[in-house]
């Protein structure tokens, strides 16, 4: 029987679920009688919580013989929630789950001392191994871990506790890596972690993110696109920002863990920028590349957050030129300062996640507009659909999965541009 993994959450997660997979499979829970499904949870949001229970309620429904093993963040922050769910067979926290013995801790192998939870102390975790792996199911871009953890430790957030302390992969081994999926047919890498722009502090001669990217593209020429996921631009590095200005093949979308638009409630996040910090790295990074695109995540409905501050993230996403938004209304995350802060009315919050979310969509909307009648390099992600150097969201005929395919940009239709490839001859 196959094993079944289900992954909630980040890009890190995606590319923890094929490690997972490979684990599984060397513990032999393929040959277990009627499989196995392992949930790869997120612990971001009370909303992500709550739908990993779903899933899990669910797998138990559709496989009701199956041993179903709960793991990722949520499982790390709060095991107990899934040790009382009765379809649950086995608990592991983020760093169990990359170790094929501890998939054997099931019964089904003859273990004399079961242990329903398998959560150790996350915090105790101080190197992250490099973890090979030869695809990436289902993707036509690759991705690749090169940090895990986070030092930071802001008001709202409990991914601390799901991750650990920030270690960060060594570089020869992320070489190797990329050298080995490039090789595997992968035209585009992106690079993941959970607080990217902190790599490499803890390894020998503290090299910096800037670092890593110019030898990667140096080191593996025939790599065609590499990409960054969120980055923290306060944490950004003049190298960093030297491979933008001079490597045509980083691409130039960048997507910023802003959070807020308000100074007072950047304080209280304990965020370590300010929006003129944010406002001057946009500016910078376009006199760099022009074609820079960012993206960013924003809170909504922060506790004690008033209708000026709020007006102050509408304005920051026209500020900073944003056209990619992830709009988060706040919840509560149980243990951390922001769940004791006196709490805004949750219709509010919906109410301003909305309203920001308009305002992204409008910004998206333009940047759309501005350009059609261009030529642009397309990833196709699947049958139709692809995505720019921009990330940005495009339809076009033609093209197999992975393939980069040159296109000129017809019009959108308010969610993605139209495209029409480029033939050689025409080119």
């Not at 793991?71 to 009765?86: I, K, L, R, S, V």
């Not at 960054?228 to 979308?253: G, K, N, T």
Request: with cysteine.
């Amino acid at each position: 029987m196959a094993v079944d993994v289900l992954t909630f959450g980040c890009r890190l997660n995606a590319y923890e679920s094929e490690v997972i997979k490979r684990e599984a499979k060397d513990a032999g829970l393929e040959e277990l009688r009627g499989g196995a499904v392992v949930v790869n949870t997120c612990a971001v949001t009370g909303e992500a919580v709550r739908q990993a229970r779903q899933a899990i309620r669910k797998a138990r429904r559709e496989n009701p013989d199956a041993r179903i093993i709960v793991t990722g963040c949520a499982a790390q922050t709060e095991p107990g929630t899934f040790d009382a769910m009765n379809e649950v067979d086995l608990v592991l926290g983020n760093e169990e789950k990359l170790k094929a013995h501890n998939y054997r801790a099931l019964p089904d192998f003859g273990v004399n001392q079961f242990e329903k939870v398998r959560v150790n102390d996350i915090m105790e975790v101080r190197e992250t191994a490099s973890h090979m792996v030869e695809s990436i199911e289902g993707r036509a871009r690759a991705f690749v871990q090169v940090q895990n953890g986070c030092d930071h430790r802001c008001t709202f957030c409990i991914i601390p506790y799901g991750r650990g302390n920030s270690r960060s992969v060594p570089m020869g081994a992320v070489v190797d890596q990329v050298r080995q999926l490039v090789g595997n047919g992968y035209g585009e890498v992106v690079l993941t972690g959970v607080d990217l722009t902190s790599f490499g502090a803890d390894l020998p001669g503290s090299p910096r993110l800037g670092r890593l990217v110019s030898t990667l593209l140096r080191e593996v020429p025939e790599l065609e696109r590499l990409r960054l996921s969120s980055i923290d631009s306060i944490e950004a590095d003049d190298e960093l920002l030297r491979a933008l200005a001079e490597e045509e093949r980083l691409m130039p979308h960048l997507h910023l863990s802003l959070q807020h638009g308000d100074d007072m409630i950047l304080k209280r996040m304990k965020r370590r920028h300010l929006r003129a910090d944010a406002i001057e790295f946009c500016q910078r990074v376009r006199a760099l590349r022009p074609d820079a695109v960012f993206g960013a995540d924003i809170i909504a409905g922060f506790p004690t957050e008033t209708d000026a501050m709020f007006e102050n993230s509408l304005k920051i996403v026209e500020e900073c030129g944003l056209t990619h938004l992830h709009v988060f209304p706040f919840s509560p995350r149980e243990g951390t300062p922001a769940a004791r802060m006196p709490q805004l009315d949750r219709a509010l919050v919906k109410e301003r996640a909305a309203r920001l979310r308009a305002v992204g969509d409008a910004a998206y909307a333009r940047h759309l507009a501005s350009l059609d009648g261009t030529r642009q390099r397309i990833l196709i992600e699947r049958p139709g659909l692809g995505r720019t150097e921009g990330f940005t969201l495009a339809a076009l005929e033609g093209g197999q999965p992975g393939q980069i395919v040159e296109a000129r940009i017809t019009g959108h239709d308010g969610e993605r541009l139209t495209a029409v490839a480029v033939t050689q001859e025409a080119a």
